[in-house]
């Protein structure tokens, strides 16, 4: 019999990370993942992968 349900991922996310923030960062942070159809999650990876493409930006000049 085949198994129902979701799809297993490629690449499933099964690393965790825990941060403090100030009640305004995360306010800010939720307003914004909100205001751009976002999970906090995918917020704060795009953020980390622009700070990271600005440093290779600064590498390769």
Known sequence: MAR???????NPRSEGVFIRLTKGEHAD???YARNHN???TQTLI???????EQENKKKSK
């Open 29 to 31: 942070i939720t307003e």
């Open 4 to 10: 129902t349900g979701r799809p297993r991922l490629e």
């Open 38 to 40: 976002l999970t906090i």
């Open 46 to 52: 795009q953020g980390f992968n622009k700070l990271r």
